[in-house]
């Protein structure tokens, strides 16, 4: 059952080309089109501590290096630190013989390993917020910080080369003249910001530029102790955790000090149509909050594809295979379906999936060319009340295309004979179906909805890929 129910056995084909399953997918409702995370523009919105949810803006990022001040992660398990309160008696410098005073400080302990700020020898600290960084190697610093501008350089250059492969070149050094004398336009802008990016880095090229680090056949022996002693493995800190500290590299788990908290980002995403440029995605901008303003995910409009049951595939034998295609709107629609013949058709027609179909499916002609209604799905307030629009409306179905119909599912049945033994039986479709309309959601009455929905809105089609597991 669980393996039934993997999204991953079925995935739609996105505008760009990736096949996702439909939880991974998004839909534009300008354009009409499928998108993925791939093709989407990203656009980071605001930066915020996952821990104590505290916002911060684009500048403040830069200056803290992407870390919470106030928030720690353990270096042994890399979960969050909790500081705890003790209370220490001092001695009155004012009246030394007198009763002690009594001194709150605070130390960073993990819930989950039981690591301890005092295990590194890290003094507590009167206030939460003052606790020390760690020493780290100032040649390694420097090191560090060669490697960044070398790395800085080779990417504004191939950024100053990409900018300047948009624009044809002429002969007449006049066209050039005027061209880089116009400061309005903001891509002139970007060109010269790149420019000048490179001038003040190096002004060398990216090939005459010699990496800082280079690589060394020979490496420094163990130490003798390794050999003669016991080793403990609790006390070795692990390649993680010396990755996470590169300006120290902690070889024992006594120097491991505490990891600042890196922070997150809530990202729009928009859809990178060229004539359309509206959001899929917009979530709230304050960080506790959980919801957003627009969320165009495609499972939300997009009719769902999945296997019924586990189909029966004898090797040269007709095996049925029953799908289920589910309506998650409010209103009736139309749906169609057709299988991708692996033999018939080409790489130009269906792109790279004909390479991973090694199987025919055989659909009735009922579902290619009529196709099927679904009907919407009701929500609770219509439940208690008892009403049931959508059984209002009386489809003849055929007991052999149609196995089963609920309120906004049907099972269809279709055909296929595996031939290949030891391999994943993959099957291709050819998915046709519709989005509603503001005028078919406004309606009620099934049989106007679905005229409505199919004289006003453009009908959307995709390639699913489905995976009917192994032969037997």
Known sequence: ????????????????????PLCKLYVCRYCRELRCKICVSHEPDNFYCPHCTDGITGPEVRERKNQCLSCFNCPSCNNTLTARLTTVQTTN????????????????????????SRDADIPDVQNHGSWREPKTDKEMEELLLAVKKYWATVGAEEAMEAQTKKFPKRKSYAYKRDLFQRRRSSIYKSLAKNNATI???????????????EAFSEVDPLPESYWTQPLNVNAVTSLSQRIAFPSLMPETAAELHPMRKTLTIKRS???PGADCDHNLVKPEYVPQSIKFKLHLVAQLFVPEIRLACQPSLEMEKESVCV????????????????????DEETEESVGDLIDEINTNLSVAPLLQDEGVEIGGKLNGLELAAGESFNGERQYSDDSSVIVQRKINKVFVKTTLVPNLLGEKIMVGLNFHFQLLTDDAIANKDPSVQLKLNEENSTPMSTRVLLDLGFAH
């Open 93 to 116: 410098p004012e009246n030394p013989t007198g009763e002690p005073l009594q001194r709150k400080q605070y130390y960073l302990v993990c819930a989950c390993c039981r690591w301890s």
């Open 269 to 271: 995403l928009r859809c």
């Open 199 to 213: 001038s003040d880095t190096s002004a060398q090229k990216s090939s005459e530029i010699k990496p800082t680090v």
């Open 323 to 342: 799908l289920s295609i589910t309506n998650p709107t409010d209103s009736i629609i139309r749906v169609r379906i057709a299988p991708i013949d692996c």
């Open 1 to 20: 059952m669980a393996l039934l129910f993997n999204v991953e056995r079925v995935k739609y084909t996105c505008t760009c080309g990736n096949r996702f």
